[in-house]
């Protein structure tokens, strides 16, 4: 270990910067899109009337016929192979979190030893893979294996190169046999038809040209980078993302030097080759700057329709792994790698645009797109305050627990952010007094306050808010850095899409009564920004006051995961995912199960590796240091020194076994915890007894190593085999 150690360090401090092969005087945007298959490119390989026909397709938003698809798989053969590319995969999102592939050659032998390469619809289109391989909560089973992926035309395919070798790859759904969703992405899509319809019908009480609305979103991707050799000697670090064990490091933070600092040269060069490699798959990355903590850093793409910025967020993660290997980097996308600095996030930036052009959450100039603003705006609010606990939920996992409430990440309480400006207009909107009948639009603005164009930094930030606005747009700040966004944005789109619908059912309420629209809209607003006012929250979020107010106000604080998935199998949510044809109850209760799984495996692992690291590295160096104070008594004894000396040195012996035995102790009874947990058969049960009786023991057993760091260190002494195992985390 000590070898390892400092080899460790000297490689990493000899590291040479490795420049990125950008291309001499070539601009970004001559390669960016290079990889992807894009609408303009199946125009230069598909005949006229089909090119046609798949534009009609796509603008119409129906679903590619079985001849149009056996175009497009032809089409997209020749492309991939005249680019070099030998195999194809559908390429997925399954509930690991993580990306999915199987890759099949386009080569096929023919007949009388012909070779041929061969694509068609069929495997274009559809494709068969385990589905009891990969979590399923019970949907399939070890002798049900079949599951199916479903190509997704609305996310373009790509080629991706790693190892020499390059791949087309295709995004899709990912099915059972039974037609349930087994991935991120299905019920994703499901909830964009929903929020698209709900959201053009409530558009169209202003404008009757809107025929689309979509979801827009932007990603910022925040992380670390450890050198290679430094994070390959630390098994923590390799087998759960995080250091369970470390050593403070004298400076940190402290001095807030680092954020937006000067890039580190070795660290530039890692960026530059990672754009250069985004661009050309087609993802517009567009910001790069360190972050708070040492050694993090944060990019960030350019606003993208929902379902395709996912898909490029699951690719960039990848792709970041994959870049920084070549710069002998391991990038760290756990939400909370070192203790006692900030975490990672992924901010997730959302808003609604139509196919006019309108952004739905920025205010327009005139009355009429004052009150659209007004309606979309409040009703976002009046759904994450019906579904807070829902939306807490989407974004629990056990590395994210780490992160939420920390300094640097919002709290477990769901509250929104949105700016003295805007609250006080909400204020207005509320209190105003407004005649019953109305004869004209200016009437109806009498004494309501007609709400100014607003910058982007017309409203403060709150680091501290989980759900801000910010000036268009609305900033989910509480994803995990690991996360798969579409998690958080199925919930968001689910249930503005179902308040939208129950708007729109209250507005038309009121207008067959007799109430002219604009008034019936404005009551209805009123209404809502009525009933959703606990949730709005305008100050510090990680204060004790605010817990104490939050309590006040009914908002739920839900600080672990496996109380926080609980919402997924509730009525209410069942209710409402079925309503809207997301989610059937089985899917909902198969995706609570597997959350849970997901949780208390993770803490399963995290203590088994601290055992093993306990039992194999921690405890054998502090007894053979204790065997060289023993050996020093006995030198002391020999030389005859004052028995005062020997006390203190006994007392001192003493003091480090007594944290030995304990820290033995600690990890045996961890160990039993882990055994009582691991035979209960509920599986929610079992994700709660790892969370409170596993889970205590890694702080305790932490606590008396740190005893022996802080023994040693007041006395003066070294510990070099201890220290060397605690490094830096």
């Known amino acids: 270990?000590?070898?390892?150690?400092?080899?460790?360090?000297?490689?990493?401090?000899?590291?040479?910067?490795?420049?990125?092969?950008?291309?001499?005087?070539?601009?970004?945007?001559?390669?960016?899109?290079?990889?992807?298959?894009?609408?303009?490119?199946?125009?230069?390989?598909?005949?006229?009337?089909?090119?046609?026909?798949?534009?009609?397709?796509?603008?119409?938003?129906?679903?590619?016929?079985?001849?149009?698809?056996?175009?497009?798989?032809q089409a997209m053969k020749s492309w991939a192979i005249s680019n070099g590319v030998s195999h194809y995969t559908h390429w997925f999102q399954p509930l690991t979190g993580a990306t999915a592939e199987k890759h099949d050659a386009f080569f096929e032998p023919g007949r009388d030893g012909v070779a041929i390469e061969k694509f068609?619809?069929?495997?274009?289109?559809?494709?068969?893979?385990?589905?009891?391989?990969f979590p399923n909560g019970g949907i399939r089973n070890t002798f049900e294996a079949r599951g199916y992926t479903g190509w997704d035309p609305s996310s373009p395919a790509f080629i991706y190169e790693t190892g020499g070798s390059k791949t087309l790859c295709i995004p899709t759904v990912f099915l059972s046999y039974t037609g349930e969703a087994l991935d991120y992405k299905a019920p994703l899509l499901k909830t964009l038809n929903a929020l698209d319809k709900a959201a053009v019908d409530v558009a169209q009480y202003f404008d009757k040209s809107v025929e689309r609305v979509f979801a827009s979103l932007g990603i910022e991707q925040e992380y670390f980078l450890v050198d290679l050799a430094l994070f390959n000697a630390r098994p923590d670090l390799q087998l759960t993302g995080r250091t369970l064990f470390g050593h403070m490091s004298a400076k940190g933070q402290q001095l807030e030097d680092h954020y937006f600092g000067a890039i580190p040269e070795r660290v530039l060069a890692f960026m530059v080759d990672l754009e250069q490699e985004a661009l050309k798959l087609g993802i517009p990355l567009k910001t790069r700057h360190n972050e708070v903590a040492p050694s993090q850093f944060e990019c960030a793409p350019m606003f993208e329709e929902i379902n395709l910025a996912i898909d490029h967020n699951q690719l960039l993660m990848n792709l970041m792994d994959q870049v920084a290997m070549r710069h002998d980097f391991k990038v760290l996308l756990h939400e909370k790698p070192y203790a006692d600095i900030n975490g990672s996030g992924k901010h997730n930036n959302w808003s609604l645009i139509t196919n006019t052009g309108i952004n739905l959450l920025a205010p327009g100039k005139t009355p009429k797109n004052n009150l659209m603003f007004l309606t979309f705006f409040v009703n976002v609010i009046r759904a994450v305050y019906e579904y807070s606990d829902l939306l807490r939920a989407s974004i629990a996992t056990a590395s994210n627990d780490h992160r939420l409430g920390a300094n640097e990440a919002p709290p477990a309480i769901i509250s929104i952010f949105l700016g003295s400006q805007l609250n006080d207009i909400l204020d207005e909107v509320e209190t105003a007094r407004v005649a019953k009948k109305v004869k004209a639009e200016s009437q109806l603005w009498h004494g309501i306050p007609k709400i100014p164009t607003l910058q982007l930094d017309n409203t403060d930030r709150?680091?501290?808010?989980?759900?801000?606005?910010t000036g268009n747009k609305f900033e989910l700040r509480a994803v995990g850095s690991s996360a798969n966004s579409a998690s958080p944005m199925t919930v968001l789109n689910a249930i503005v899409a179902e308040q939208l619908v129950k708007f729109k059912v209250e507005v038309d309420k009121q207008i067959k009564k007799g109430t002219k629209k604009d008034l019936a809209l404005l009551n209805v607003v009123r209404k809502y920004i009525k009933e959703s006012k606990a949730i709005r929250f305008e100050g510090n979020g990680y204060s004790k006051e605010w817990e104490e107010e939050a309590a006040k106000r009914g908002l739920s604080n839900i600080k672990t995961t496996p109380k926080a998935l609980d919402v997924y199998v509730s009525e209410k949510a069942e209710?409402?995912?079925?309503?809207?044809?997301?989610?059937?109850?089985?899917e909902g209760e198969a995706r609570h199960e597997i959350l849970l799984e997901n949780y208390f495996k993770k803490i399963q692992i995290e203590a088994r590796v601290i055992g093993e690291i306990v039992n194999s590295m921690i405890v054998p160096a502090a007894i053979t240091y204790q065997n060289e104070l023993i050996n020093n008594v006995k030198g002391l004894k020999e030389l005859g020194v004052k028995s005062n000396a020997l006390k203190s040195q006994s007392d001192l012996l003493e003091r480090i076994g007594e944290h030995i035995n304990i820290i033995i102790d600690d990890a045996e009874a961890m160990r039993q915890e882990r055994k009582k947990a691991n035979v209960l058969e509920d599986v929610r049960d079992k994700a709660i007894a790892y969370d409170e009786q596993v889970k205590p023991y890694f702080d305790k057993i932490r606590y008396h190593i740190n005893k022996l760091e802080q023994i040693v260190d007041d006395r003066k002494w070294p510990l070099p085999k201890l220290r060397e195992l605690l490094f830096v985390r």
């Open 1 to 73: 270990m000590s070898n390892l150690r400092f080899s460790a360090v000297e490689a990493a401090i000899s590291r040479n910067k490795r420049p990125a092969a950008v291309p001499a005087g070539e601009k970004a945007s001559s390669y960016y899109g290079k990889n992807v298959f894009t609408i303009q490119k199946m125009k230069d390989y598909l005949p006229k009337n089909v090119y046609a026909k798949l534009t009609n397709v796509i603008e119409a938003g129906e679903a590619i016929d079985f001849d149009l698809a056996e175009h497009i798989s």
């Open 120 to 133: 068609t619809a069929d495997a274009l289109v559809q494709q068969e893979p385990d589905a009891s391989s």
């Open 462 to 469: 709150n680091r501290t808010s989980p759900f801000a606005f």
């Open 575 to 586: 209710q409402m995912f079925a309503s809207l044809g997301i989610m059937t109850k089985r």
